[in-house]
Nanobody, 128 residues
Framework: QVQLVESGGGSVQAGGSLRLSCAASGYTSSRYCMGWFRQAPGKQREWIAT????????YYADSVKGRFTISQDNTKNTLYLQLNSLKPEDTAMYSC?????????????????????WGQGTQVTVSS
């Protein structure tokens, strides 16, 4: 059973930066896709980025491209999301997700239902 635990959220002023972490355990192989989503109050969960754990390919939503960076440290089984140039509209609960795949690339995987494992989330609040 894969378990995901996020950390690193907090409060920051507009223009600031944060780095979110997602510690993963329970992996049985390296063929996983991992992603970051966020959900603001009253809004639907929004896909941010995906990474192919095996080859490192990354995919981003247009709304965060150039500001956010998804990365991984396979030696620590940890996924990261670097948030730069934060805006008040980036305020949300950020969650990491994972899914095991058996063939093909990860691709964008923008829908929550395309992931099977979720963390509990970490809150990011950006003030103006």
């Amino acid at each position: 059973q894969v378990q995901l635990v996020e950390s690193g959220g907090g409060s920051v002023q507009a223009g600031g930066s944060l780095r979110l972490s997602c510690a993963a355990s329970g992996y049985t192989s390296s063929r996983y896709c991992m992603g970051w989503f966020r959900q603001a109050p009253g809004k639907q969960r929004e896909w941010i980025a995906t990474i192919d754990v095996r080859v490192g390919s990354t995919y981003y939503a247009d709304s965060v491209k150039g500001r956010f960076t998804i990365s991984q440290d396979n030696t620590k089984n940890t996924l990261y999301l670097q948030l730069n140039s934060l805006k008040p509209e980036d305020t949300a609960m950020y969650s990491c997700a994972a899914v095991r795949i058996y063939s093909g690339p990860c691709g964008y995987r923008t829908t929550p239902t395309s992931y099977g494992y979720w963390g509990q989330g970490t809150q990011v609040t950006v003030s103006s």
